[in-house]
Each structure stands twice: as structure tokens, then as C-alpha cells.
């Protein structure tokens, strides 16, 4: 396989070792996770990752309790210890302040699960000491350039080419089957996964410390005439803000953004939160900020390489479900890929990433369409948005399966997404209702015909993302 003119040229690793089972470009919250089912399932796993050191960034720091449950499954629950994460309950979502208590829903044996939060490169540390302990992870810091080595003849990917850490000089890997975990960011998608990445807004992070929390233990989301603020405790004494910023953010250079946040978000927050959000935002020389985007999924069809964790499939974080997608792919490929003896049987491995593709959706559909749907209501940009935020807001206030079914398939624990569109559309009857409701009968006239506005725009909220699912 590797004895085309291309592949004589390319130059050799300094280590013995060159070939692997799997080469997994990667070691964040999916790359690392995947090394250790796969070397447990007895392969030579190459784990390739650009900078070891502990990230220090303001993503994945709550895991839903269908991520902790994924976590088990792979045995790596112990990464939970030791770094001071901290239980989630649930979440209560405050209105222009008037809060809903949203705890997650009872399982089926009656016992309600629990989230964790934590600081995100603790968390990394942790899954890559898991790595490094497995037998059978070779873990390599090195960079990966972008073009993966191809069999010239075949077109499959046979490895990577890549630069060690400290080293100049491009060495080539090869394996039989090259996994790209690379992130958001990834350099690599664009030769082989043709849909765009859209970014919908940013989130600026703010460490609080010491902050009093409206309720413990639990996620607050703080909903306004702007858009939504999400508000977590990440260890004993931090907390984390999230204020998401639509469109173009307010200058750091000129002070604009320290001065929106102080005058635009701080009066829409809780009481409590108030004074440490402000003392960080006063404290900070420059607040971090991420983009938040949407990625539909892609099924993996080039032969050799398999795309997954945020370089194949990203949705907005407002509802912290891309760890729990993450762990929960990794379970699946896992047991897909368990009785494929040899990696090279390429025919094979594509027949196991076509079941993959279509059994993630329980799970992954309808966290990708919940956040993108729960995030169009949060952040109600237009009246028609605002008529359906507030339908929604007095919806979870009805309680029962208002609130147990939508946190239910927040949390990754319910995966029928006949149950999200039920209740997407159960609130936007609603929303209309209340529309008329809180409007004089003089204007009923009115409110029919903006009714068809409200139900015409929940319908384009959801139906685009239920299609991109549906392909
Ligand atoms: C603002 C924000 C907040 C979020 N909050 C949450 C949350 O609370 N809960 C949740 O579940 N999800 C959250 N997410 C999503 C979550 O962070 C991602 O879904 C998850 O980290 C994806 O894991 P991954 O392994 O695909 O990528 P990553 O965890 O980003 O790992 C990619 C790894 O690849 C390495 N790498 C990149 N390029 C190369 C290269 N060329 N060579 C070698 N190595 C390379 C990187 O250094 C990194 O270690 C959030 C996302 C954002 C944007």
C-alpha cells in the first residue's frame, strides 16, 4: 500500500514505529475519548495532538448528564475527579427576572441525573492522562498539516504528515484508518466536507468569583431584550459567564465592549450575580470571545479517514450538548467498529459509517435542533421570536412535561425527536394563545392575522434544521 512514487518520497518518522490501526488527529474532548475505547478493543492507536499543555478556554465546561452517562460507558467517568467539578441540578430560566425552576427530568428508574461543571483544561488534562495510561495509545505532540497522505492510486487516505513539536521537518504516520478530531477550527474538513460553517453569533466569557448563585447548582439562563446570558459555577469559587453578542461585538480596543457589558447586560442579570460580574468585567484586560456556530452533519464516505467530534457536526452552545454528542459518538463508533477485525477492509469500515451516520441522530438531532431552535427563541430578534420567547417562557412555567420532556432532550437522556417537534410546536400554538390572551379583544382582529406571522416564523425556526438532519 504504501509503495506508489508519491508515498517513496515522503519522509520517515524519527521513531521506529511509523504504522498504526488508527491515527487520531486530535487529543481534545472526542480524540482522546476515541483512543481509549479503540486501543481497548486491543489496537495500536497513534494519538496526535498539536499542543499538550493545559487548554485554558472558555468551551465545554458542562457536561449533560447524557454525556456523564456516555462517560461511564467508555470507563472514564474517574476523569470527573479530582478538579473540583462541580454537580448541575438543572437550570432556571429567568424572564426579564422572573425565574422557572427547570430541574433535570427523573430516569426511567425514577432517579433524577446530574450534570457536571468544571474548568475545561482540567478536564482535558484528565482524559489525556486516561490516554497515556491506556496500553496501546502512543501519543505523539506534533502538528498536523492539512493535506493527509493519500494513496495516490486508490485516492484512499492511508496517514498524516505532520511536524513534531520543537522540530521543523514534516514526518509522515500512516494507518488504516485516520480519525480528524481537530476541533471547530479544523484545517482539514474543507478538502472533504463541502457544507459551510455558519457562524450565528459570539459568546464573550467572564470568570465571576465568588459568585452567589439565584439557585445552586444549577444552570441560569437570563433572557431579556437581548441576547440570552448563560450563567454556571465551574469550580468552588468559579463561575462562568457567557453573554452571547449577535452580529458585529462592540470594539475591545476603544473600551466600547467593556462598557456595553457594564451598561447594556449587567442591569439584565440576577441581583446576586450582579457585583462579581462586574468587578470581572472591570478586572479583565481583554474578554475572551468564541464563535458560536452550526455545522450539519456529514456522512463519512472517503475511504481511510473519518471525520467526527466539531470538525464534522457543531451547533450552538447554548444548551451545552457537544461533549455529550462527542462521548456519545465515540460509544456508538466503538460498538460499530468492535467486531471489524482489520481496520483496512475499507469496504467494510464505510458500511459501519453509514449505520453511524444514521443511528447517531436519536441522540444528535435532536441536540443539534433543540439548540438551534431553543437558541432563535432566546435571542428573539424579531417581534414574531418575542411573541414565541415569551410563549415559551410561560410554557415551562405550566411545569410537568412542559419542562421534563424539553429537559429531558436537553440533557441528552431522551433521544425521540418526535418528542422535540411535538413540543416545538405544542409552544408555538401556545405562544399565540397567550398572544391573545394578554391583547384587548378590540385588537383579536390583529393578533388573527399576526398569528400566521408567529406560526410561519416558528416553522422556519425548526423546519431548515430538521431537513439539514434528515440528509
Ligand atoms: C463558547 C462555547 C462554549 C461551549 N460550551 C460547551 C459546554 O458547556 N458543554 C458542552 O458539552 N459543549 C460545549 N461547547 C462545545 C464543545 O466545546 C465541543 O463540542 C467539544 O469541545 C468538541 O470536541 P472536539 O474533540 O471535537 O474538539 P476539541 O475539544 O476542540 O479538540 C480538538 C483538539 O485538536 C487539536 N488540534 C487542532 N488542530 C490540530 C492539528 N492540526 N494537529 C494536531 N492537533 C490539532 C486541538 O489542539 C485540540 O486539542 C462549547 C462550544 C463553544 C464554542
Known amino acids: 500500500m504504501v509503495s506508489t512514487p508519491e508515498l517513496r518520497d515522503l519522509p520517515r518518522p524519527p521513531t521506529p514505529k511509523r504504522s498504526f490501526d488508527v491515527a487520531i488527529i486530535g487529543a481534545g474532548i472526542l480524540g482522546n475519548a476515541l483512543a481509549v475505547a479503540l486501543a481497548k478493543q486491543g489496537r495500536d492507536v497513534l494519538l496526535l495532538e498539536r499542543d499538550l499543555s493545559e487548554p485554558n478556554r472558555i468551551v465545554g465546561e458542562l457536561l449533560q448528564p447524557g454525556g456523564v452517562r456516555a462517560l461511564h460507558e467508555l470507563g472514564l467517568e474517574g476523569c470527573l475527579e479530582g478538579i473540583d467539578a462541580v454537580p448541575c441540578h438543572g437550570y432556571q430560566v429567568r424572564y426579564h427576572d422572573d425565574p422557572v425552576h427547570i430541574p433535570y427530568a427523573p430516569d426511567e428508574n425514577g432517579v433524577r441525573p446530574q450534570g457536571r461543571s468544571f474548568h475545561h483544561g482540567r478536564f482535558i488534562q484528565k482524559l489525556r492522562a486516561a490516554s497515556k495510561a491506556t496500553k496501546g495509545v502512543t501519543m505523539v505532540e506534533a502538528t498536523v498539516s492539512k493535506n493527509l497522505v493519500k494513496n495516490s492510486a486508490s ?44 457562524v450565528k453569533s459570539n459568546f464573550f466569557g467572564l470568570e465571576l468569583i465568588d459568585t452567589k448563585m439565584p439557585l445552586k447548582n444549577h444552570g441560569i439562563v437570563c433572557l431579556s431584550n437581548r441576547a440570552p446570558v448563560l450563567i454556571y459555577q465551574i469550580g468552588t469559587h468559579e463561575t462562568r459567564a457567557l453573554v452571547d453578542i449577535q452580529g458585529k461585538a462592540p470594539s475591545q480596543a476603544d473600551g466600547s465592549l467593556k462598557s456595553y457589558m457594564l451598561g447594556a447586560v449587567l442591569p439584565t442579570l440576577p441581583e446576586d450575580v450582579k457585583p462579581s460580574f462586574k468587578k470581572a468585567v472591570e478586572d479583565s484586560k481583554s474578554i475572551r470571545s468564541m464563535p458560536n456556530s452550526w455545522l450539519p452533519p456529514t456522512m463519512n464516505q472517503t475511504p481511510g479517514v473519518m471525520f467526527l467530534g466539531d470538525s464534522m457536526n457543531m451547533r450552538h452552545p447554548l444548551t451545552g450538548g457537544g461533549m455529550t454528542v462527542a462521548f456519545n459518538d465515540v460509544v456508538l463508533i466503538r460498538d460499530l467498529l468492535k467486531d471489524v477485525e482489520d481496520l483496512e477492509d475499507t469496504d467494510l469500515v464505510l458500511e459501519k ?45 405550566r411545569g410537568g412535561v412542559c419542562i421534563d420532556h424539553p429537559v429531558g432532550l436537553l440533557s441528552g437522556m431522551l433521544r425521540r425527536p418526535l418528542v422535540l417537534y411535538t413540543h416545538f410546536f405544542l409552544v408555538a400554538f401556545y405562544s399565540i394563545w397567550i398572544m391573545y390572551k394578554t391583547t384587548s379583544p378590540f385588537l383579536w382582529p390583529v393578533c388573527f392575522f399576526r398569528s400566521f406571522a408567529v406560526f410561519y416564523t416558528a416553522c422556519v425556526v425548526i423546519l431548515p434544521y430538521i431537513w439539514s438532519e434528515l440528509q
Open 155 to 198: 485516492g484512499h487516505i492511508i496517514g498524516v504528515r505532520c511536524t513534531l513539536k520543537g522540530t521543523k521537518d514534516e514526518i509522515c504516520y500512516f494507518a488504516a484508518l485516520t480519525v480528524v478530531a481537530d476541533g471547530c477550527k479544523s484545517n482539514i474538513r474543507s478538502e472533504f466536507i463541502t457544507k459551510q460553517v455558519q
Open 353 to 397: 459509517l453509514f449505520d453511524f451516520h444514521w443511528k447517531r441522530r436519536n441522540l444528535t438531532s435532536v441536540v443539534n435542533i433543540l439548540a438551534q431552535a431553543l437558541y432563535a427563541l432566546f435571542a428573539a430578534n424579531d417581534p414574531n421570536l418575542a411573541v414565541l420567547q415569551k410563549g415559551c417562557f410561560a410554557y415551562f412555567q
